[in-house]
């Protein structure tokens, strides 16, 4: 099947929903059980199924297992906004004392967070040149957590060679997240190079509306709990409503990219 018609379908489970086709807006705060034993098992798996309506409701799952499936993870976290869907994961990996790889290029408000906040949890950024390549071995310290990219990067475009990055990094058990914005999830899977989390802004090619605010993280099974965690513990969960309207946007991605593809070209 291609991969446009995956995302016409992605999502979409109509034996769930009465035979709606597009899954419909469900909103929900509090959710009631049948027994104090229900209660207790959704407790123990607060992010397997309705537990809470901050954890999402059937449109939530929808659209994150969409992401999943174009992202080719594990689970996806749908958050509220881009800049969420950055410091989510590196807040849930992260604690007083780690040290942070960062590219150069990066995306100014995930610098910002890194020099701002991230500094007085006494955590270390270091700024590294995006085309390093394997050399971004030698910039590993004793108290590396995160080797964080963005490629295409942030106004240069710079792109990264993820395999070497990735491959280096997992030889010191160093966590990789990239920032997978600039291709949508569509051009390039970096899970399948064994990166561990995929994020992207979704307010831009998902959205494609200028109509919503999202981000989305995308986690391999081993990362899923660690950063489910750590985003359910700041809130940063998305509404249900942009859910919908975002995975409206899914629907349309690959014609609105090869739109943007042509007219680039032309200009």
């Not at 590294?128 to 004793?142: C, S």
């Not at 109509?211 to 099974?221: N, P």
Request: hydrophobic residues 40%; negative net charge; glycine residues 8%.
């Amino acid at each position: 099947m291609k991969k446009r018609t995956r995302l016409l379908h992605a999502g979409r489970n109509p034996t769930d929903h009465h035979g709606i086709v597009n899954p419909p807006v469900y909103h929900a705060s509090t959710i009631l059980y049948a027994t104090v034993a229900d209660m207790e098992a959704a407790g123990r798996a607060p992010f397997d199924g309705v537990t809470y309506g901050l954890r999402g409701t059937p449109t939530t799952f929808a659209f994150q297992d969409a992401v999943s499936e174009l992202e080719h993870g594990y689970r996806t976290i749908a958050v509220c906004s881009g800049l969420a869907a950055v410091t989510g994961p590196l807040m849930a990996f992260l604690k007083a004392g780690d040290h942070v790889l960062v590219p150069d290029s990066v995306y100014g408000p995930t610098r910002y967070f890194c020099d701002r906040k991230l500094s007085r949890f006494e955590i270390e950024t270091t700024y590294y040149d995006p085309l390093a390549g394997a050399a971004i071995a030698d910039q590993f310290q004793d108290n590396t957590r995160v080797l964080f990219m963005e490629s295409p990067g942030s106004l240069t475009f710079q792109v990264q060679d993820i395999p070497a990055m990735t491959a280096a990094a997992k030889e010191k058990g160093i966590v990789t997240i990239i920032d997978n914005t600039w291709s949508a999830g569509h051009f390039f899977q970096p899970l399948d190079l064994g990166v561990d989390v995929s994020i992207q802004a979704a307010t831009k090619y998902i959205g494609g509306h200028s109509d919503l605010m999202m981000g989305t993280i995308t986690t391999t099974e081993e990362t899923f709990l660690t950063v489910a965690r750590g985003c359910d513990a700041v809130g940063f969960h998305a509404a249900p409503d942009d859910c919908y309207l975002a995975l409206r946007g899914l629907r349309s991605l690959p014609a609105r990219l090869a739109v943007h593809e042509q007219t680039a070209l032309i200009l």
